[in-house]
């Protein structure tokens, strides 16, 4: 049976989440940048560890799906700590922590703030420190100086409307780097990725592996996987990945 609530973040504004008991190592899934906790990979994961009886937890960060808060007011630091709320306040005992393509970047913030609550990472098309390396430099001089000027320039999107980039989305990006130094994770990491991502390149998850000191690393490469890697194949691909991290 999933439990439906929210928890209340640091400032009070309240997070949306649903979660299931069940055996450890738990599993949190953390969503991607605009995305929320309905899409198709967490209830897929739902489905599967409700199943398996394994503990589950998703949320929505501040601005997102059904929690509070303004998108336009967040930043990586902040869907950070709200993510960490949910880690310290809604599981228990070692985590498998599951990022979709922002995601990656949360669970690598939390994996280095609190690497013993870790039983290992998964991430999917991970897109760390996105708004330095593969966001800003797409802009062009005017979309730049817009960010700048207005502090927001609001961004096409092939999945619906537009998204907001504000000025101090990308300057906490910058303070949230971790492609700038060694990530000392000791648990398994485990990447998956379509090499048909227009968004987050599968080149770029070598960086990430690179910076991953731990040797327990293994990145596997779906050649004909697009960004969302959401389709039937690409679900079970994730779920007998958890799966033997489990085992």
Same mark, same amino acid.
């Given at each position: ?30 969503? *991607? ?16 560890? &409700?199943?398996?009886?394994?503990? !589950? ?7 997102? @799906? ?6 336009? #007011?967040?930043?990586? @630091? ?12 809604? %599981? ?9 393509? $922002? ?19 998964? *991430? ?13 430099? &797409? ?20 999945? @619906? ?11 906490? *990006? ?20 379509? $090499?048909? #991502? %227009? ?8 960086? !990430? ?5 731990? #040797? ?32």
């Amino acid at each position: 049976m999933e439990e439906t609530g929210t928890i209340a973040a640091a400032d009070g504004t309240p997070l949306a989440y649903r979660r299931t008991a069940g055996n450890g190592p738990g599993i949190l899934f953390l969503g *991607g940048f605009k995305s929320n906790m309905a899409g198709a990979k967490a209830e897929a994961l739902s489905t599967w560890c &409700q199943e398996k009886r394994q503990a !589950f937890c998703r949320f929505d960060y501040q601005g997102h @799906g059904a929690s509070g808060g303004a998108f336009t #007011d967040g930043t990586i @630091g902040r869907w950070a700590a709200d993510a960490a709320t949910v880690l310290d306040n809604l %599981t228990s005992g070692p985590q498998i922590l599951v990022g979709s393509s $922002m995601g990656g970047w949360i669970a690598a913030l939390l994996a280095r703030a609190q690497p013993g609550r870790l039983h290992a990472m998964v *991430g999917i098309a991970p897109a760390p420190d996105f708004t330095e390396e593969l966001m800003w430099p &797409q802009f062009s001089p005017a979309i730049r100086a817009t960010i700048a000027r207005e502090g927001v320039w609001t961004a096409p999107s092939q999945y @619906g409307e537009g998204y907001p980039i504000t000025r101090a989305l990308i300057e906490d *990006g910058r303070r949230q780097s971790v492609l700038g130094g060694k990530l000392p994770f000791r648990f398994p990491v485990r990447i998956l990725h379509g $090499m048909r #991502d %227009t968004e987050v390149p599968w080149k770029h998850a070598l960086r !990430f592996i690179e910076a991953t000191e731990g #040797d327990d690393v293994r990145i596997t490469l779906v050649k004909d996987g697009d960004h969302r890697l959401s389709r039937p194949q690409d679900l079970a691909l994730l779920t007998s990945t958890i799966s033997r991290l489990i085992a």
